[in-house]
């Protein structure tokens, strides 16, 4: 059996604090899962994870099959040792690929029907690399062209090959711009993968299932109800997630009051806002490539006592000409490494000039920024001062 | 005047320990001095030199005159405060891009009459960027094509907004394929714009002058006894080398003896076997990109203990299949950071995915190789078995 637990400790409203524990190490939650798609948090090392105290990370099943392939990861050892990481890591099915390589390539949209920001590989190209079948999901590989069948079996069976402790069951996510007839043939399957993967999933590891639906109430209501009907240690929430934010609140405000008291975990979800809103709404955790995303393409965040807010989606652009000689760090109140030691004319300097040492400092940073927002939020939801913090923010 | 002294406190034959003391620290010699082109070691930052003890590192006038500029650098505080970084700081001059940007592009040769490998974006282009006046370089910006004039009163306007503790003196370095006429006019430049360099330097910082002269030994006799006679600091000795690495060795030797006990450091050299012969001849400083060039193109540098050997340049490419599922560490003899935490097959992976986090790890290793390497023949030097270490590894 898995080693996997899951005790609420505090709570405010829906919003609640919880303890996750596994074989490698507790996560506190709410929390924000780092990214490590390719079995690292793009520019980081796992010193870099320790230093700024990650909890978790999340890497990518389709990813990590393809290259370097799940047996090697295997052979050496599992994600854990490959990586040298001592944390909780989760993995992805491989599902979420069927729609940024498919639909999401076809109609050029993101999950919240924006434009589409997935694989460069992908965007490039524009042509449609996955289709799925009953048996599963149908994969031209983004790197050679090759082609490769996703089963629920075989995504079971990549993920524990990975050896993470928190798995996903095979799910398929549909697009924004699906009708409702073909989003629930496509439920109907993700049930039917949903109970195929919890029976051949690897029992050292916990499985979460998904709950997918669209933009659909009734859709989402019979997913929340099959799913949270299965022996899942937690429950994902897939996209897609509506067109705009207000319409995955709503979603969320469905599906959550049918849920117990298992983990919930939002997939792919992760702006400053979406936390407040989210974990308002009873979230436990979160996993998001716009920290790390951001940071590469200058996006540095920062907080409400340094001139963050919504309209500037808390984040300043490193690039802009103002900071090149600007002495002071991306944010006084920040105590990351960054911000300890760097300005914010040499952040630009290096980010102008393309220099590698950019990136992970960036990364650093935002990162660092978003953990310590997660530690503020349960620390509102253990005084009680949630709608306080969310107001100061938001 | 500059807080600048130099003491030799050990020798081997030609070979001899010193430390070098300046306003921001000691260096122990001989010493490999690491690249900071661009106001940072590419891929790393200020905390990983100190984890790597870096004691010194030599940045680049031109490039940082165009990026960010040096009255930007100025204003922040100088190159120390920039980068946060509490070691002796090199500059050169500016001369070695005369050669890089005009001859060497020119030809496609390098200093030692290879293929050029000098400034990619140079390279790509193939049009000559620099061309010399009585004056000085005028060079084209490899950045906007802007033209920029550097004389010896601007190199050193430069070198002393950038703040380093020792700068160096305009000079021009030659081509291999240079004649024994123009390398003879180029000479006489040289030494004109050393005494300007002289009179117009900023006091607080330490200077060297540059001995030129090709590959002829009568010039580099004239310039040995004439840089001499100049109250600098230091004396460095600038390419053209020779076409090989005998000839090298041969200038070394015309050069060396003519030279009293100030510090002495070779330009732009520093492969392994490179730092072997000119240790052994007298040399005190190197700087060298190679260590991190290789680096971020796969080639990491093993011991003899693990197999390096002069036929393989003392090293491996990580690239290499055969790594797909290594265990090991790069070298097991290393102590670095990488080699304590992660194996060869999680290197190439990240290598083969273009992973940002390889471009830092590999470099530390290299850095911390070639670093333990300098460590290593100063040892020998005190214990008088620089022979016995020098037949171990060549």
Known sequence: MAEFSFRITETCGSARIGILETANGCIETPYLVPVATLATVKSLDSSDLESIGAQCVLANTYHLYLRPGDSIVKKLGGLHKFMNLKVPIFTDSGGFQAFSLGYGMEHNINKLGGVFSGDKKAEEGKEKLARITEEGIIFKSVYDGSKHVLTPKKSMSIQSNLGSDIIMALDECTSPLSGYEYTERALVRTHRWAKESLRHHDRKQAIYGIIQGGYFRELRKKSSEFI????????????????????????????????????????????????????????????????????????LYIRPESGGKISNKFRINIDNKTFREDKEPIDKKCKCMTCRKYSRAYLRHLYAANELAYFRLATIHNLSFMLTLMKELRESIRGKTFSKLKKKWL
């Not at 709503?250 to 809103?277: A, K, Q, T, Y």
């Open 228 to 299: 949270s009907s299965l022996p899942f240690e937690g429950i994902a929430i897939g996209g897609a997630l509506g067109k705009s934010k207000k319409d995955m609140h709503e979603i969320l405000d469905w599906i959550v009051p049918m849920l117990n008291d298992r983990p919930r975990h939002l997939l792919g979800i992760g702006e400053v806002d979406d936390l407040f809103e989210c974990v308002e709404r009873g979230i436990d955790t979160f996993d998001c490539v716009a920290p790390t995303r951001l940071a590469r393409r200058g996006g």
